[in-house]
């Protein structure tokens, strides 16, 4: 069993019979919902989406927002398994590939790119909605492209109005700031609650999560003079590597999960100024569990990516794992590492250090 399998080989069903368009509009929420990796969508921006297949052309603002709630709320109530099996059962043979293009374009990022973490469920989809190897890859590219275009037009039209308007418009955010009790950060909680996220935090430590595996955590500590000396007599990369390696790592991970090891270590002298980066494989060291046959629940495989530097007067260890689901394949070390370390810099960057 996989992590997906609770999706596209659930055996639910839905009270509610879905049209072709609504199982392909279907596909987009069970693609973001489902996803922890991508950050939510509003109904309006899902909307914008879909219009930019012409499946939805006679389609009114209202009539998709309509639909778009329904499904949303269909998605809470019945699962998500019950709501593909329900748009699977709606959708004629020529229109599975428009379904995945819809799913699809929930996925590919502001650089118009596919985050690699999220490339697991895609090719779950890909085989459930039964599209073949060669037209999956066509119709990523072709959605990759029509975004890609559909952003230059929207960023050349902001420049013509802002050019007419004299100024530009203040930005406003959504998103909801978590501040540091001691002052020294603030930063855009990562997690959502509709995908079951929490926060959690003690002195010196804060940890965001969900029920879809998403950690990430930022622990911070005061350097003190005699740390301060420490580091500048051993040099930045060989105090990192110690601190990170020698005293968290072996007090946080080995300590607690047996068996781990370090995969990867790397200095990277151009993030943060200098920072220190590594790698944990971590058997049953995951936050999330599973139970089989009413026996004590067993914690899943991960892989732990960490990263330590100091900013100002503190030295902050940010975190995040890759939680492996039964069943599924790891992708090469190389590819994993590269993947934790794009997660760890990317979060990084929304953190506003005072």
């Known amino acids: 069993m996989n992590q997906y399998d ?17 199982g392909v509009a279907a596909i987009a929420v069970i693609t973001v919902t489902s996803n922890s990796q991508v950050p939510p969508i509003s109904t309006d921006y899902l909307i914008d989406l879909l219009w930019e297949t012409e499946l939805f052309d006679d389609y ?64 779950e989809l890909q085989q459930a909605l039964e599209i073949e190897d060669e037209e999956a890859h066509a119709i990523i590219d072709e959605v990759i492209t029509i975004l890609n275009e559909t952003e230059e037009e929207d960023y050349d039209e902001e420049e013509s109005l802002e ?54 955590r930022i622990d911070y500590y005061p350097i003190s003079a005699e740390e301060a000396d420490k580091m500048e ?13 020698d005293s968290y790592v072996e007090e946080a991970i080995f300590g607690s999960i047996p068996n781990s090891k370090i995969e990867y270590r790397e200095y990277l002298k151009d993030a943060m100024e200098g920072s220190y980066f590594v790698v944990v ?14 026996e004590l629940s067993v914690r899943l495989d991960a892989l732990r990516g960490l990263i330590a530097f100091p900013v100002d007067d503190f030295l902050y260890v940010v975190s995040c794992q890759r939680t492996f689901f039964e069943g599924e394949t790891p992708t090469p070390m190389e590819q994993e590492v590269e993947g934790l370390k794009t997660q760890l810099l990317n979060f990084i960057d929304t953190v506003e250090f005072t």
């Open 163 to 216: 050019a007419e308007d004299g100024e530009d418009e203040p930005d406003e955010s959504n998103s909801v700031i978590y501040q540091s009790p001691a002052g020294n950060f603030s930063v855009p909680v990562p997690v959502h609650s509709e995908k079951g996220g929490s926060i959690e935090e003690q002195e010196g430590v804060v940890g965001f999560s969900d029920d879809f595996g998403r950690l990430l």
């Open 60 to 123: 009114s603002e209202e009539e998709m927002a309509e639909m778009v709630d329904t499904l949303r709320g269909l998605a809470a109530q019945e699962g998500l398994g019950a709501m593909f099996n329900a748009a699977y059962d709606c959708l004629p043979d020529e229109l599975l590939p428009d379904a995945f293009a819809a799913g699809v374009m929930m996925l590919v990022d502001e650089a118009g790119n596919i985050p690699l973490e999220t490339k697991g469920f895609l090719k």
């Open 6 to 22: 609770r999706i596209f080989n659930s055996e639910e069903t839905s009270t509610e019979g879905l049209s072709p368009e609504e």
């Open 233 to 245: 007599s051993l040099g930045e990369e060989d105090y990192l590597n110690f601190f990170l390696v």
């Open 281 to 294: 494989n971590m058997p049953h060291g995951s936050t999330l569990s599973v139970q089989k046959n009413n």
